[in-house]
């Protein structure tokens, strides 16, 4: 089974390879950024950048939100520099492809090991039931939040490992040929 958004994905994942191959470690992520721009546009692929969502309580303004990258209009990109992704930043995703009402969402970490993509998917139940996985090809972390809503996420380097975060929720990762966050049908 191959994931929504393959082609574009791929081209995405490239383009931050690019850029951390060219610049290295040790720059902020807003000049990172600024190059994954300027790349995506020698390219030919559409990117917009530091986009301001605003956020409504019934119908008041409460404030925004701002994603750093969308490419195409419908894959979200939340560029990180660190050590490490945390359940924050899978969970700042998550409420970005919620806002946007996008399905396909990429959280990319430049670390001084390299980079690290992870791929996120937005799909309500209905769309997963009867997935096959069993062409691996990527890792997933799956992760049992508050509510009990079930959400996934995937990288590419193939380890499988439990841990239990601070939180005391339990994490675990496998291989899979593609993500997808359960239980969130976007009709909040």
Sequence with gaps: MEYLYK??????????YEVYNTMGWGYRESHYEKAIMDEAHRQGIPCKQQILTPLYYK?????YNRCDLKFYDKIIVE???GDRLTKQDFDQLNEYL????????????FSAKGVVPRRLANV????IQGTDNQNVTEERAAQENVTG??????????ERTT???VTGE????????????KGTDNTD
């Design 149 to 158: 809503e079930r959400t996934t996420q995937e990288n590419v380097t193939g």
């Design 98 to 109: 919620k806002e946007h009402d996008v399905k396909i969402g990429l959280l990319i970490l």
């Design 170 to 181: 339990r994490t675990t990762q496998e291989n899979v040929t593609d993500v997808q966050i």
């Design 59 to 63: 119908n008041k303004s409460i404030g």
């Design 7 to 16: 082609e574009e994905t791929d081209k995405i994942i490239g383009i931050h």
């Design 163 to 165: 841990q239990e975060n």
């Design 124 to 127: 309500p139940n209905e769309d």
């Design 79 to 81: 560029l990180k520099v």
